[in-house]
């Protein structure tokens, strides 16, 4: 992502305050040293996929937000944004809360690597406990992230002076929390403009924006999720690559599906998401593996 890319005063930004897509997750953080943070997601029947596990788009959410917060904490006063991100799941999570462990990798000038270890709480709510869980190997893990951040001068975030993970450090820290109509999926507003080519549209609101004006990267996996899915009902999505190229200007963010394999258990798409208000631009290369449902 470019800094010139940045136009902050024509774009949507979000604040803590603000409504978001991700409001009824239940988002809850706790930043255990500058190096590594760890996040805890409900899962309710609104956030789940036709197979009743998590859906991958609100995985990609989750781990989006928190491992964000270690380079946040080490390269303060810079921000960082999303440039690559990689999901694989090994088995599909199902009750619940999901708990993610992010550790830094590596520090560079332009660039910060993040890993992310997803996990099935099995009925554990309180954090704490589910500290003490994972330092102890209680919870086996159910899939694995990385992230490639790049640096950008803070000044790219409007308003996001408040927002300082590296001052949390061994404290709770509590998202806002409020109830949101809808399925993870239909909750944003896609439009479906021809089902057959999975060409989607998702406009760039507040309500999908992060803090540096563009549409957040987890909802861009749940166009590109979704997408997948209109292409080939019956598939669920459990596996998820993206190179996020360029911000939103725009909007619509528009996606576009290539079948790349489809087999009796799996298939596997590309799905390249672009700023249909800003000739094409292209957004993101996204690549997603699906399974056939019902599992086995």
Known sequence: M??????????????????????DFGLTSLQLSKERAIMRADLHDKLRNDAGAAALGMLTTVVDIVTSTPPLAVCSPDWVATQDLSIH????????????????????????????QI?????????????????DGALQPAGRGLVTFVRLPRAAAAGSGYYNPSEWVGAIHEFPREHIDGSIYSRLGMRTLDARAGVLELDLTPFV????GTIQGGAQALLAEHAAHTVLPGFVATDFQAHYLSQVKVG???????????????????????DAGADDQVLALTTVTLRRLPFS
Do not use: C, W, Y
């Not at 010139?4 to 409001?23: D, E, K, L, W, Y």
């Not at 996990?119 to 704490?128: M, Q």
């Not at 924006?209 to 540096?212: G, R």
């Open 2 to 23: 470019s800094e010139n890319s940045i136009s902050t005063s024509q774009r949507p930004s979000v604040s803590m305050n603000q409504r978001t897509f991700t409001a």
């Open 89 to 116: 799941t090994a088995e599909p999570l199902t009750e619940g809360p999901i708990v993610v462990d992010t550790h830094l990798v590596r520090v560079g000038k332009k660039t910060v690597h993040v890993a992310a």
């Open 119 to 135: 996990f099935d709480g099995r009925g554990s709510s309180g954090l704490e406990e589910l500290v003490a869980a994972l330092d």
């Open 209 to 212: 924006a992060n803090m540096i």
């Open 252 to 274: 619509p963010a528009r996606s576009h599906v290539t079948v790349v394999r489809e087999t009796k258990d799996h298939a596997i798409v590309d799905v390249r998401l672009v």
